[in-house]
């Protein structure tokens, strides 16, 4: 099970941020008291937006939010740390990140490459071309 609680969305882009110290206040208190505490430090995000506890990511394509945190206290506890692609991740314990989400390979990628002194020949020349 993960440990990414609290996390906390940006208000204008999908980066998240989880910090230990937010951690140690709602370890034993997931109250509206705590919620409010860690509210008032949460930091501004690179894109220039707020991290906020009743935001969630937002849709790639659209930029509408996908609606997760329905309450923010109860939400204080939510270990499952949803990050899309191309958002960033901050944190106080770990080096901050930006996801990529590539595509997998397709089937033709798969198939083993036959080489013969023809094709590898062919193939040097190729790239000796390109740097003339």
Known sequence: MSECFPHFFCDTCSNVIQRESDKKIVWHDKSQEA?????????????GGQFAPSCGPKC??????????????????????????????????????????????TPQHNKPIKRTKKTWLRSCLAKIAKLF
């Open 35 to 47: 919620l409010e505490k860690i509210a008032k430090t949460l930091p501004k995000c690179s894109c």
């Open 60 to 105: 790639k394509h659209c930029n509408t939010e996908i609606p997760i945190v329905r309450d923010a206290v109860e939400y204080l506890h939510n270990p499952n740390m949803i990050v899309v692609d191309g958002a960033c991740t901050f944190s106080d314990k770990r080096e901050d990140y930006m996801v990529r989400i590539v595509e997998a390979p």
